[in-house]
């Protein structure tokens, strides 16, 4: 058996086998660590809703308390004033149309992907390789604005974006397994609270189905909320 394998079996013999409030969780999760690098902390949560009709899909975005512990490269799609803005502000990349060409040829190394209103039309033909890896521009999400300067700040403070997949299922980072207790709870709750308040009106059943808390490379802990 793989030494991964092996340690996996063993983390999952000591996972806690009922739902746990946030700070027990992760506290349960620190206990897990053991690795030669600092694990990211996901949460994910399966929601009621159904993905198949629009009033009842669960997406936005939120600036952590305490960020996500990663420096996020950003480009931006801007040309004149904003572009310059733009770079000022601490963009990796800013560009429009021979930054356009290169995603199209496969350049995606990037976290996070913002456009100014007027190149929508450069950033539009994009959709097939940017929105499968969750990195189109959207008004809805905060990444098609005028305001590019307030944006990149966000993102580089620790802004996440959210939209639940086809099963329902919302997925975020909310930090790294080397964060104080007290503030990864503060993150977890903060994304939790969000979630929790963008009960589409068209769910009449339960929203929240569960919760879990989980590591790059631990085993996932339930979360009684």
Known sequence: MPKIAKRMKKLNERRPQTALPIAEAVEALKKFDGTKFVQSVEISMRLGVDPAQADQIVRGSIVLPHGIGKVQRIVVFAKGPAAEDARNAGADEVGDDELAKRILGGWTDFDVCIATPDMMKVVGPLGKVLGPRGLMPSPRAGTVTPDVVKTIGEY????????????????????????????????????VNLVLGMKPSAVKGTYLRSAYLSATMSPSVQLSI
């Open 156 to 191: 580089k403070a620790g802004k996440v974006e959210f939209r639940n997949d086809k099963g329902g299922n919302v997925h975020a980072i909310v930090g790294k397994l080397n964060f104080d207790s007290e503030k990864l709870v503060e993150n977890v709750q903060s994304f």
